[in-house]
């Protein structure tokens, strides 16, 4: 078990085997789930994506613009390994 120390501020520093084994790196986000019994469960945070930030992860990055009838004909394609 590990004990961390709680400053006056109510701060607390996690020992860097504690973060590896939460699989945490600098500058990510904990979860913390409050149990009725007192107790915690802390987890890194994931972010969980939407099509919008996808969308705007991919724009400009795109060499060639498609028709609709060209996307239509990709996505009937199911993108299964066709070019």
Known sequence: MTTLTVTAR???????????HLGIKPGERIELDLLPD???VLK????????????G???GRAKKVASI???????AQGWAGRE
């Open 69 to 75: 009838e060209e996307i239509n004909a990709a996505t």
């Open 10 to 20: 109510g701060q607390v520093t996690f020992r860097k085997d504690v973060l590896q």
């Open 38 to 40: 007192g107790r915690g």
């Open 57 to 59: 992860l991919l724009a």
């Open 44 to 55: 890194a945070a994931r972010r969980t994506g939407t099509i919008a930030g996808f969308v």
